[in-house]
């Protein structure tokens, strides 16, 4: 290889190991921090225009490609039928950008360690803000620059990315303190969720330790395995003992939520979403092949609540549920496309679950995480339709892949 040549692949590996570092450490402490490493890995996406790597593309690639565009052109082109603003196309657009992405990233795979020690780096910091926010600031809810559940969610999500690198970890030649760090980036992710009194986050992790057990649990051994577990049983306990977390607050409200929503009163935060649900559900029944649109959700929420069979407070939301709210907008191909777009990534990174290469593993692992937690985050809360959820789950797939596909091509 010419010299030059070898002088731009170093300095383009340097620069997606430095842009994916910082997807992770600034994720959540500093405002639109989701954004700065994607928006690197974007700009360094331009030189594939003169630079032409050989990739050789196979049928996974194209179809997990296909997936984020048709997802991106069919959210587009229902808010172009619908005469949306311009700013409305601004979400579903990152979906697209996110396969230059992946491709640069596939070109230029990021070192490993500078991955997990992002999300490491950025689960301390969330973690040490939110104690910070909680105990001396007396903030009922840790929250940053993004909206309070967007925030303990992604909080989690780091956490559970830390877990699945624990499969890279054990092949290091540092091993015992790689493990220690990214078990302490797995407590902190856990405690920056607790503390945000984010609930929905939490409803799915019995599947994400089932998919961490399928992936290490004839490995790594059942002890760390159940000192993972119990590590994380016991941060869940303290910070439930702990008052000043507000955690068993939170708890408490839920089942008098759910109590009061049995007595017809809507107004709390759960019956909120239950009524939000019920009127989606009906709206869907009215118009389940094209949706209501962007708008078109907003007039017909209206027309339930003038009847009398939502409360106004639902007029101005989304429907809270990922694939109701999409399901009423966009009609029913909007909604197979949303399942797509969780179903397919999470196939194709499954396949790879068990692979003998621990690096390819811990990459597959974390890949088919991001997808499940989407999935629970979806349950109670339309997290694409926040800027922190797209950028977080298209730019980390496109990061995921890209890296994961480069291991097996030998070019990392």
């Given amino acids: 290889m010419p010299y030059a040549e070898v002088q731009h692949l170093s300095l383009a590996r340097r620069y997606s190991s430095l842009a994916v570092f910082l997807m992770g450490a600034l994720a959540l402490i500093?405002?639109?921090?989701?954004?700065?490493?994607?928006?690197?890995?974007?700009?360094g996406s331009f030189t594939l225009l003169w630079k032409r790597p050989e990739l050789r593309l196979q049928k996974a690639?194209?179809?997990?490609?296909?997936v984020?565009?048709?997802?991106?052109?069919?959210?587009?082109?229902?808010?172009?039928?619908?005469?949306?603003?311009?700013?409305?196309?601004?979400?579903?657009s990152r979906f697209m950008f996110a396969v230059p992405v992946l491709l640069f990233v596939w070109a230029y795979?990021?070192?490993?360690?500078?991955?997990?020690?992002?999300?490491?780096?950025?689960?301390?910091?969330?973690?040490?803000?939110?104690?910070?926010?909680?105990?001396?600031?007396?903030?009922?809810?840790?929250?940053?620059?993004?909206?309070?559940?967007?925030f303990g969610n992604i909080s989690m999500l780091m956490g559970i990315f830390c877990l699945a690198g624990l499969g890279w970890a054990v092949v290091q030649p540092d091993s015992r303190r790689w493990m220690a760090l990214l078990l302490l980036g797995a407590i902190?992710?856990?405690?920056?969720?607790?503390?945000?009194?984010?609930?929905?986050?939490?409803?799915?992790?019995?599947?994400?330790?089932?998919?961490?057990?399928?992936?290490?649990?004839?490995?790594?051994?059942?002890?760390?395995?159940?000192?993972?577990?119990?590590?994380?049983?016991a941060l869940g306990t303290l910070a439930y003992v702990v008052p000043q977390t507000g955690v068993q607050e939170r708890v408490a409200q839920a089942f008098t939520d759910i109590d009061l929503y049995q007595q017809g009163e809507k107004l709390t935060s759960l019956g909120a979403r239950f009524d939000m649900w019920q009127g989606a559900m009906q709206l869907?029944?009215?118009?389940?092949?094209?949706?209501?649109?962007?708008?078109?959700?907003?007039?017909?929420?209206?027309?339930?609540?003038?009847?009398?069979?939502?409360?106004?407070?639902?007029?101005e939301q989304h429907a809270h549920n990922e694939y109701l709210d999409s399901f009423a907008r966009r009609g029913v191909v909007g909604f197979l496309l949303l399942l797509a777009l969780y179903l397919v990534p999470l196939r194709l990174f499954a396949k790879?679950?068990?692979?003998?290469?621990?690096?390819?593993?811990?990459l597959a692992t974390a890949g088919a995480l991001l997808p499940v937690a989407f999935m629970d985050f979806g349950l109670s809360q339309v997290f694409l339709g926040h800027n922190s959820g797209v950028m977080v789950y298209a730019f980390w797939l496109a990061v995921l892949w890209g890296a994961m596909r480069a291991r097996e091509q030998g070019r990392s």
């Fill in 30 to 43: 500093v405002p639109s921090g989701y954004s700065y490493g994607p928006i690197l890995l974007l700009l």
């Fill in 61 to 66: 690639d194209k179809a997990l490609m296909l």
């Fill in 68 to 92: 984020l565009m048709l997802y991106s052109l069919f959210f587009m082109l229902h808010l172009w039928l619908e005469g949306a603003e311009s700013s409305a196309f601004d979400r579903p």
């Fill in 109 to 150: 795979p990021p070192r490993q360690a500078f991955i997990w020690a992002g999300l490491v780096v950025g689960s301390l910091l969330t973690a040490s803000w939110a104690l910070w926010q909680s105990l001396v600031l007396n903030i009922e809810r840790a929250t940053g620059y993004t909206y309070v559940i967007q």
């Fill in 188 to 233: 902190a992710g856990a405690l920056g969720s607790l503390l945000s009194g984010s609930r929905g986050g939490w409803i799915g992790l019995p599947v994400v330790f089932w998919v961490l057990y399928r992936a290490y649990g004839q490995d790594l051994g059942r002890r760390l395995s159940m000192l993972a577990l119990a590590t994380l049983l």
């Fill in 284 to 315: 869907i029944a009215e118009k389940p092949l094209t949706g209501w649109g962007w708008h078109g959700y907003h007039e017909g929420m209206q027309a339930l609540a003038e009847r009398g069979e939502v409360t106004p407070f639902a007029v």
């Fill in 352 to 362: 790879r679950m068990r692979a003998p290469d621990m690096e390819l593993r811990a």
